[in-house]
């Protein structure tokens, strides 16, 4: 195979892997890298969260404790002092409250709850590699604990640290996030964060009627709010939504993100192309230094058969021989050998015939 | 290094009790202990993961660099069969012995990393996640440890006389050769690919459209270099098991591959380079992870690519094989870099990730295994000499 025939090659391989492919969970999937086709799901359910209701209270963190049977936590829910520190979510905790403001633990002014994004176009779902995790047509992301092999990627790969590992747990330990109580989805009903909070600080609807409720309430009071729907955008956008008093990266919520949904990171490298074609000046660097040792090695080969030449037949031949290759340079190994055996039939002719006389 | 050979290095017995198998013996013993206890206390009981660094050591080093440094397999086999340079053939065997037990490896240490292990071939077999470059880095593997291990056949096959089988595969070289090529392609690249989902955690230094491309490029000089090395430590262990051929054929090795790594690293340090002008990264040249980036690409890239060409240029060869351990140390370097340096740059310095010595032991036990499973292969087959039967018969 020469060299061209043997690149080409290489580039069709690279081609044959891409990067688009569907996430999306249900009867009716869609392609992931191409969620814009179906506006962000409008009609999938959504939570709107507002940090200027919320108190602090984490009867949300119980309900969802209740609801998934989950671990006891190892701080009580009435405790205070859980708000001394910033948490994430953890395999005890699917969702939690942080408190961002300087008063004292618990009777702040300034709270976030955290869960899982459920992301329009989730990173999880995007990097898991036997498709443990896949985005259902009505918001939320859903794992699916029998195909999982426990990479977590799933984990490296979300931008918002969201899942969570069981990495006690010796056999089959689990990836732990939220699941939109996707259960109760199915009825149409609400997730019991959102149920059990005493002040309504999370609205439950379609999407579009969340963004719509998120707008009106910030052109209403648009000095109580920072003009900004958290999760619209935000990585392809998500189907949990936040409104904030302050700008965001005081809750903790990170405004560098971007728009991008998270495929399409990965979808170029995936596609190959831009690999392949980027490599190649250097791949060839590389060869062409190869290749110019080849030439230098067979150089001194042809120089080794000449000296021996002459070692063996005597200096007349040798030097008959090395003239002859000198003419014709770019002699291969075969054509060399061809020489040698002539030059030493020539000499032997020779020899007999001096014989002879 | 004496020139003399040996003429039968077939006959060669070597001793049970040496200080090398005592040690490997402890060490394995170590690692079976850890293991119980991996097995039985969970990922918690012997690392120090979490949830903000779900990928340890086990993944920098067992898989990002044990890959990396396994490509010596591709590279070797492609400048001997594919480029054509019959010089290197002595150098192709333990290259593609190498990188099989290499991989073999990286397939064993991924069974202590994932949670379930017993489904490590679902991607492949029950539900493919193409989305993930993660699966594609998998598929790669899989099907190159089995071309991998097709390479190698012959010279068990030869050392069992099983003649007919042997010739068929070593008919099929040149096409697993070029597969081979086009795998790593893939995977190589495909492995710094994996890091392109999370831009949003990783330090922009290193976090690059290019990281595939930087991946790929990398590992051939380290795979280039990785040969160089191993063949030094198999010259100082092995040298009564080599024939003439093979040892005739090592400094054409030595310095051609230097040179090759050299032409390859000057690229590399260019395309890096051109990284940080397109994305104008110089401000974060002046800052700790600048400095790390600095020795990165100064110390472990220029500085090597330039004592490869002073080697090649003065024919120096231990100069040589140092700056191949120098090579080495910084693939190693770089891919710990990316995968727990730049990750998660933005964390404080608490919550950042120290591998737990129980961790770095399994890792350590596995480089161990390999090392068993070498010399047992190493001792028992053709691997540094050709049986007279077969000599230039491939
Ligand atoms: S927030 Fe993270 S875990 Fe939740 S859907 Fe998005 S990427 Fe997945
Ligand atoms: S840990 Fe499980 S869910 Fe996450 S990427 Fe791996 S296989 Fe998928
Ligand atoms: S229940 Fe409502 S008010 Fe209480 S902490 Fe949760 S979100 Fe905030």
């Known amino acids: 195979m020469n060299r061209r025939k043997f690149l080409g090659a290489i580039g069709a391989a690279g081609l044959t892997i891409t990067g688009a492919g569907k996430v999306l969970a249900g009867e009716k999937p869609v392609m992931g890298a191409a969620v814009k086709d179906v506006e962000g799901l409008p009609d999938s359910y959504a939570v709107l969260f507002d940090s200027n209701i919320c108190i602090g209270c984490r009867q949300c963190e119980m309900g969802c404790q209740q609801e998934n049977q989950l671990p006891e936590p190892d701080v009580d829910f009435h405790d205070p002092r859980i708000f001394e520190q910033t948490r994430r979510t953890d395999w005890k905790t699917y969702t939690l409250i942080n408190q961002y403001d300087d008063e004292a633990p618990g009777v702040g002014w300034l709270y976030r709850k955290t869960q899982c994004m459920h992301c329009l176009e989730p990173a999880c779902a995007h990097s898991c590699f036997v498709k443990a995790f896949s985005k259902r047509q009505d918001g939320a992301v859903v794992y699916d604990r029998k195909v999982c092999v426990g990479c977590r990627y799933c984990m490296m790969a979300c931008p918002f640290n969201i899942p969570a590992y069981e990495y006690h747990i010796a056999l089959d330990p689990l990836v732990t996030k939220c699941t939109f109580c996707e259960h109760r989805l199915l009825d149409g009903r609400e997730p019991a964060c959102v149920e059990v909070c005493p002040v309504r600080a999370m609205e439950f609807g379609t999407r579009t009627e969340m963004l719509n409720l998120a707008r009106r309430r910030i052109l209403d009071n648009p000095d109580m709010y920072v003009d900004h729907i958290y999760g619209e955008h935000e990585m392809g956008g998500t189907n949990w939504l936040y409104l904030s008093p302050v700008p965001f990266p005081e809750i903790g919520m990170r405004m560098d993100l971007g728009t991008t949904p998270a495929g399409n990171y990965t979808s170029g490298a995936l596609g190959g192309v831009p690999i392949i074609t980027a490599f190649w000046p250097v791949l060839l660097v590389g060869a062409y230094a190869i290749a110019r040792r080849k030439d230098k090695i067979a150089r001194e080969e042809r120089d080794q058969y000449v000296s021996r030449m002459i070692a063996q037949a005597g200096p007349e031949v040798g030097r008959k021989l090395a003239e002859r290759l000198s003419k014709a340079q770019e002699l291969d190994q075969a054509a060399i050998e061809e020489e040698v055996r002539k030059a030493l039939a020539e000499a032997a002719a020779k020899t007999e015939s001096e014989e002879a006389h | ?394």
């Open chain 2, 1 to 394: 290094m004496t020139n003399q050979h040996n003429e039968h290095p077939w006959e060669v017995k070597s001793p049970w009790i040496t200080p090398f198998n005592v040690v490997a013996a402890l060490i394995v013993l170590v690692g079976i202990y850890l293991t119980y206890l991996r097995f039985t206390g969970g990922l918690a009981a012997v690392t120090n993961l979490d949830d903000n660094y779900p990928w340890g050591i086990w993944i920098s080093f067992d898989l990002l660099c044990g890959v990396a440094l396994a490509a010596g397999g591709y590279t070797t086999a492609a400048a001997c069969y594919v480029f054509g340079i019959k010089k290197y053939h002595a150098a192709v065997r333990p290259a593609v012995l190498t990188a099989f037990l290499g991989y073999a490896l990286v397939v064993f240490a991924l069974h202590y990393d994932v949670g379930q292990p017993w489904r490590l071939a679902y991607p492949i077999f029950v539900q493919q996640g193409t989305t993930s470059v993660l699966f594609e880095v998998g598929l790669c593997v899989f099907l190159y440890v089995t071309v991998l291990f097709l390479e190698f056949l012959p010279a068990p096959l030869e050392r069992l006389g099983i003649k007919r089988v042997r010739n068929i595969m070593i008919k099929l070289t040149l096409v697993l050769t070029v597969f081979g090529v086009i795998l790593s392609t893939m995977h190589q690249s495909s492995l710094g690919a994996l890091y392109l989902i999370l831009p949003s955690k990783m330090h922009p230094l290193w976090y690059s459209t290019h990281l595939p491309i930087y991946f790929f490029v990398s590992s051939m000089f380290a795979g280039l270099s990785m040969v160089i090395f191993e063949s030094t430590l198999s010259h100082r262990w092995y040298h009564n098991r080599m024939d003439k051929s093979h040892l005739e054929g090592t400094p054409h090795v030595t310095f051609g591959f230097a040179k090759a790594a050299a032409w390859i690293m000057a690229g590399y340090f260019f395309i890096k380079f051109f990284g940080v002008v397109l994305n104008n990264n110089w401000a974060y040249l002046n800052t700790f992870y600048g400095m790390i980036f600095s020795i990165e690409m100064l110390g472990f890239v220029a500085l090597p690519a330039f004592l490869y060409i002073k080697g090649v240029k003065t024919r120096n060869i231990k100069l040589i094989r140092w700056t191949a351990v120098l090579t080495v140390f910084g693939i190693i370097f770089n891919r710990f870099n990316v995968s727990l340096v730049a990750y998660n740059y933005h964390l404080p310095s608490e919550m950042k990730y120290f591998p737990a010595l129980a961790e770095i032991g399994v890792t350590i036990f596995v480089i161990t295994i390999g090392l068993i499973v070498f010399k047992f292969i190493a001792t028992r087959t053709p691997i540094f000499y050709e049986l007279p039967e077969y000599k230039g018969s491939h």
